[in-house]
């Protein structure tokens, strides 16, 4: 069965900082591979997604994701923190081409100044 | 651009009581699902219904039922709620082809 797990429950960043959100999955075929962000009172919107190719993906807001297949793991970094990424953030696999996602119980963001 | 609406944002219950959530989407997607979100444990897959005509069960879709009206809308319903369903509960849709779900703002339900 496939899996995904976020290490980190609670991430304190600094304002201006680099971020770094951890995300394993386990999954026999390359899965579909995704990052959510969720704000306060919100639904959750997707950051980025890889389906295949290349592995470093590009998303909104700033952020990048590397898939690593050796690793299971698919991280999510931003170079420079802004108070607005305080947020939850989902790791989410996908096995199927309609979208039935496993999710991460997902990491708290907060940013001090 | 409306996108996928839950109603109501916040609703209370006692336990044994009924309550059908809304979700319907204007974007014309095929799939449509109840997700449930619950502190540490992410978001889980309640049913889902891939196409009109269609729903099937997800990860937890005990306590729960589901109807597709058509396709814009899938109705979630408790027909006894119990405590344990007190969560945040999420609609999303997404194309058949493809992955990317679109997510409504959530319903908050408290069952005492």
């Known amino acids: 069965a496939q899996s995904v797990t976020q290490p980190d429950i609670h991430i304190t960043v600094s304002e201006g900082a680099s971020l770094e959100l951890r995300c394993n999955y386990s999954?026999?075929?390359?899965?579909?591979l995704f990052w959510y962000v969720q704000s306060p009172g919100q639904g959750l919107q997707l950051l980025l997604k890889?389906?295949?190719?290349?592995?470093l993906v590009q998303g909104i807001k700033g952020f990048e994701a590397e898939f690593k297949r050796s690793q299971s793991s698919f991280n999510l970094r931003k170079p420079s923190v802004h108070w607005s990424d305080a947020a939850e953030y989902f790791c989410?696999?996908?096995?199927?081409?309609?979208?039935?996602?496993?999710f991460g119980a997902g990491t708290q963001v907060v940013v001090t100044p | 651009n409306a996108g996928v609406t839950q109603t109501p944002k916040f609703q209370v219950l006692k336990t044994g009581q009924s309550m059908t959530l809304q979700c319907a989407q204007d974007?014309?997607?095929?799939?449509m699902y109840w997700y449930r979100q619950d502190p540490g444990m992410g978001l889980r897959l309640i049913y889902y219904s891939a196409s009109e005509g269609t729903t099937d069960k997800g990860e937890v879709p005990n306590g729960y039922n589901v109807s597709r009206l058509n396709k814009r809308e899938f109705s979630l319903r408790l027909e006894s709620a119990a405590p344990s369903q007190t969560s945040v509960y999420f609609c999303a849709s997404s194309e058949n082809v493809g992955t990317e779900l679109f997510f409504g703002s959530g319903t908050q339900l408290s069952v005492l």
């Open positions: 989410a696999v996908g096995a199927d081409s309609w979208g039935k996602l496993q």
């Open positions: 890889y389906f295949s190719g290349d592995t």
């Open positions: 999954y026999g075929a390359t899965p579909y």
């Open positions: 974007m014309n997607h095929n799939s």
